[in-house]
C-alpha cells in the first residue's frame, strides 16, 4: 500500500529521533554483513536484515564513502559504523523506524524524502525556525507531488506484487542490480544479501546457509534432505548435497532470496529458505523486430593467468505481440593457481564454463501466455580450491600457503546440466491458473588428486577414484491464484 504524506517542518523528525533515546534497553542484535558502495544501497541491506521502516532525503542515496558493518550489532550501532564521518545523522525511533538526517542544516530547503520498507513515498518541507523552535506546532502542508519509483515485481507468493508489499524477509534483484553489482555467480549473490552465506569449496560445490541453516540434513544413513529450495523459472534444481550448482547470472530477469521457513509456497525442501531465478523474456511489445546485447570482462588471477568471459543475448520477434524468441549464450574462463610439480602442469585448479538459453514465448490472447525454456550448460572444473593443512607442511606462517601437489594424476571434472521447462498461465479474471511442467538433469564425471584428501600421504595417491553421478528430476505443478488484493 502506499500513501502520500505532507510533514510541515523538521520539528516531526526531531521528535521521532528523540523518541527514539526513550525505547526499550532489550534492543534486539542482529548479524551484519553490508559491504555497498553507496549510502542507499548499505540502507537497503538494513532494512532488508531487520524490517525495519526507513526515513531518509533521496538525495542521500547515491552518497558514497560509507563504511562496511560486519558482524554482530544493534540498529544504533550498525548506523553510527556506517555513517562515521559521512557528515549525516541517523537512529532508530520507539515505533521501530530509522530516521537519516544531515547532521546540521544551516537554511530552509525543501527535500522528497524516501521511505522503504512499507512503500511509503512523502513529501517533506524543511525549515530551521521549525526545527529549533517548532513554533505554533508542525502545520500540515498540501501534498506535493510525490515522484513515483521504479516497483520490483515479485511472485514469492506466486501473485505479482510489489516487493515492498511483501511481509517476509524476501530480497530481490533485477537485471540492471544484478550488473551493476558485477553479480555473476552465487559467491557475488551471497556477499550483496544479507543473511546469506555460502562455504564455497570450488565451482558447483557449493554450501548454502540461509540465517543459520544450511542447505541439507542428514536423515538416515547417507541420505539427505534439501533445506534450502533453489529453482531456475520454477523447476527445482537443489541437490540434496553440499555441491549446489552455480548458473550463469547474465541476462536473469531478477533473483528472489526468500529468508526464513517457506514450506507453504516450496514444500518441506524449503524449511532454510528458497532461492528463485528468472531468465528474461522477448518483449513482444517493442517496436524491434531484433536487439540484444553483449557483455565481456577481463581479469588476472593472482599466481595465475588471465580470466575472461563474453555474453550474448538476442531477442527476435516472430510476430509482433504474439510471439518472440530470446537466445542466450555466454563463455568464461578463470585460470587457476595450483600446481602439479609431478605432472610438471601449472594453474590446475581452472574453471571453464560454455552454455546457453533459449526462451519462445507465445501471447495469443491478453488473457493467455505459452512459455517454452531450455537452459544448458558445461562445466571443466580443475582440482578442488582447498587442501589439508598437513600437507602445507613448513609454509605454515608464511605467505606461501599453497602447498604443490606430487600427483601423476591429472585432476578432471565435467559438470553437465540441462533444464527444460514449459509454462502455461490463463488470466481467468479473480483467478489465475498456472500449469509449469519441468525436467532437470546433471550429469557429474570426476577423477581428481585434490592434495585437499591426501590423510598424511601428501598428494601422492588419487585421494577420489573416478566417479560418475547422475540425477534427473522431472516435476509438474498446477495452481490456481486467487487476486484478492488488485493493484
Known sequence: MRRSLAIGGLAAVAAIVAAGAQASEATPQYDFNIDEETLGEALTSLNELTGAQLLYPNDLAKTKGVHPV????????????????????????????????????????????????????????????????GAGGAVAQEPAETSVRDELVVTARFRKESVQDIGGSVTALNEEQIARSGISDFEDLARRVAGVELLDRGPNTNEINIRGVTNSIQVSGNVLQPLVSILVDDIAV??????????????????????????????????????????????????????????????????????????????????????????????????????????????????????????????????LTVRFAAHIGRDDIGELNFIEPSTIGSSVGTEDLIAPSLSLIDGLNEDDFEIYSGKISYDAGPVTIESITGYYGRKREAETFSSAYTYGFEGFFNAFPPFDTASNLLSSDLTAIAQTRGK
Open 238 to 367: 537443489a541437490s540434496a548435497s553440499a555441491a549446489q550448482r552455480d548458473f550463469n547470472f547474465f541476462d536473469f530477469d531478477r533473483v528472489e532470496v526468500l529468508r526464513g521457513p517457506q514450506p507453504t509456497y516450496f514444500g518441506e525442501g524449503a524449511m532454510g529458505g528458497a532461492i528463485r531465478y528468472f531468465s528474461s523474456d522477448p518483449d513482444l511489445d517493442s517496436d524491434k523486430l531484433m536487439e540484444g546485447t553483449i557483455s565481456g570482462g577481463v581479469s588476472a588471477t593472482n599466481n595465475g593467468g588471465v580470466n575472461y568471459r563474453v555474453e550474448n543475448a538476442t531477442s527476435l520477434i516472430l510476430v509482433p505481440g504474439k510471439l518472440g524468441v530470446r537466445l542466450v549464450g555466454f563463455y568464461r574462463k578463470d585460470d587457476g593457481y595450483i600446481d602439479n610439480i609431478g605432472l610438471g602442469m601449472d594453474d590446475m585448479n581452472d574453471f571453464k564454463s560454455v552454455g546457453g538459453r533459449a526462451v519462445v514465448l507465445y501471447r495469443p490472447t491478453d488473457d
Open 70 to 133: 560486519i558482524g554482530r550489532h544493534t540498529v544504533d550501532e550498525a548506523l553510527s559504523i556506517l555513517l562515521e564521518g559521512t557528515g549525516f545523522s541517523g537512529g532508530l525511533t520507539k515505533s521501530g523506524v530509522i530516521v537519516i538526517t544531515a547532521a546540521s542544516v544551516s537554511e530552509p530547503q525543501e527535500q522528497e524524502i524516501g521511505v522503504t520498507g512499507r512503500g511509503i513515498k512523502a513529501s517533506f518541507l524543511a525549515g530551521v525556525s521549525t526545527l529549533l523552535f
